[in-house]
C-alpha cells in the first residue's frame, strides 16, 4: 500500500514539475505511470527469466573454464543470481503481482553464443578468454536492464524497490570488473609464458 501511495505521490509531482523543452507543462494524468508501471513489470519479468537462465548456464560456463579464478568468478556470481533471484520475487510481492517470467531473447541469444564459443574453442586459455567474453556481454546487458528498471523505479516513487535493484546492479558491476581482472591476470601469464619461451 505504501507503494502506492508513493507512486500518488510522484503522479502528483510529475503533474506539477514537468514540462516540455519550451516550458510548457506536459500534461500528466497518471497515464504516463500506469503506462510505465507496465513496462517495469515487463522488464523484471524479462529480468526474472534471464537470471533463472543464467543459474543453468553458469555451471556449464564453470565447468567448461581452466583457470581457477575463473571458476571461482563464475561459481561466485552464479551464488549472487540466486539472491538476485529471491530480490526479483521480492519486488514482485512488493508491487502486488504474481512472479511469472518473460521470455528473454537478448539474454538467450547470449548464452547461445557463449556456448557455440566453447565448443569451438579448445580447451585451456583460448576457451577461457572465450567465456570471459561471452560472461562480461552478459554482464553489460544486466547491468544495462537493472540500471534503467531502477531508474523506472526511482521515476514511480518507489524507493525500496529502487534500492534493492541498487543491490543488484553492484553486485553485476563487481562482477564484471572481476571479469575484467581475471582476463588481464590471463593475458600477463600468458605474457610471462611467451617470454619464457623466447629467452
Ligand atoms: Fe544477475
Known amino acids: 500500500m505504501a507503494i502506492l501511495k508513493n507512486m500518488d505521490n510522484n503522479?502528483?509531482?510529475n503533474r506539477n514539475e514537468q514540462?516540455?523543452?519550451k516550458g510548457n507543462a506536459i500534461k500528466n494524468d497518471g497515464m504516463q505511470s500506469s503506462q510505465l508501471m507496465?513496462?517495469?513489470?515487463?522488464s523484471l519479468k524479462d529480468l526474472y527469466w534471464a537470471e533463472k537462465a543464467l543459474t543453468k548456464a553458469l555451471p556449464e560456463m564453470a565447468k567448461k573454464a581452466t583457470s581457477a579464478e575463473l571458476v571461482d568468478a563464475l561459481n561466485h556470481h552464479l551464488t549472487e543470481t540466486?539472491?538476485?533471484?529471491?530480490?526479483i520475487e521480492e519486488i514482485f510481492e512488493l508491487i502486488e503481482k504474481k512472479a511469472v517470467t518473460k521470455k528473454c531473447d537478448a539474454i538467450e541469444g547470449l548464452i547461445k553464443e557463449g556456448q557455440s564459443i566453447m565448443k569451438e574453442c579448445e580447451e585451456g586459455s583460448m576457451r577461457d578468454a572465450g567465456i570471459i567474453s561471452a560472461a562480461q556481454k552478459i554482464e553489460h546487458y544486466e547491468i544495462a536492464s537493472y540500471g534503467t528498471l531502477k531508474t523506472f523505479a526511482h521515476t514511480l516513487g518507489l524507493k525500496q524497490i529502487a534500492e534493492l535493484l541498487e543491490e543488484t546492479?553492484?553486485?553485476e558491476k563487481a562482477a564484471d570488473e572481476k571479469l575484467t581482472e581475471v582476463a588481464m591476470s590471463a593475458i600477463n601469464i600468458q605474457a610471462s609464458?611467451?617470454?619464457?619461451e623466447s629467452d
Not at 82 to 87: A, G, K, N, P
Not at 193 to 196: A, G, L, R, Y
Open 193 to 196: 609464458e611467451n617470454e619464457v
Open 169 to 171: 546492479l553492484k553486485e
Open 11 to 13: 503522479k502528483e509531482k
Open 82 to 87: 540466486e539472491v538476485q533471484l529471491e530480490r
Open 19 to 21: 514540462k516540455d523543452t
Open 38 to 42: 507496465k513496462l517495469f513489470e515487463d
